[in-house]
Nanobody, 123 residues
């Protein structure tokens, strides 16, 4: 598996978590990378994306102001800092490598997926 997501867990509402996505093949430094999530019974949805150099980020309205995406290309890792978590954030979180240097909200633009990490937020 090229992309390894980690950092999920069980937390209470209002807590924070930081997810990591490591690129074992060290190939995504020129690609946008994003996070999607999938809650039980729902479709996979866009959460956040960061451009190849970290200069551009974009968030879903539901997480804007609470989540922050960043990357360290020297470590081949992308992070998702999640603050003030809500029960509605409960889902499996997947990191995604895009085909191009700048990403979008669409899964169509994703070329590879990580295996997912489970985030559970209790009320």
């Amino acid at each position: 598996v090229q992309l390894q997501a980690s950092g999920g867990g069980l937390v209470q509402a209002g807590d924070s978590l930081r997810l990591s996505c490591a690129d074992s093949r060290r190939t995504f430094s020129n690609n946008a990378v994003g996070w999607f999530r999938q809650a039980p019974g729902k479709e996979r949805e866009f959460v956040a994306v960061i451009s190849w150099n970290g200069g551009t980020t974009y968030y879903a309205d539901s997480v804007k102001g609470r989540f922050s995406i960043s990357r360290d290309n020297a470590k081949n890792t992308v992070y998702l800092q999640m603050n003030n978590l809500e029960p509605e954030d409960t889902a499996i979180y997947y990191c995604a490598k895009y085909r191009k240097s700048y990403g979008s909200t669409s899964r169509v633009d994703v070329t590879s997926w990580g295996q997912g990490t489970l985030v559970t937020v209790s009320s």
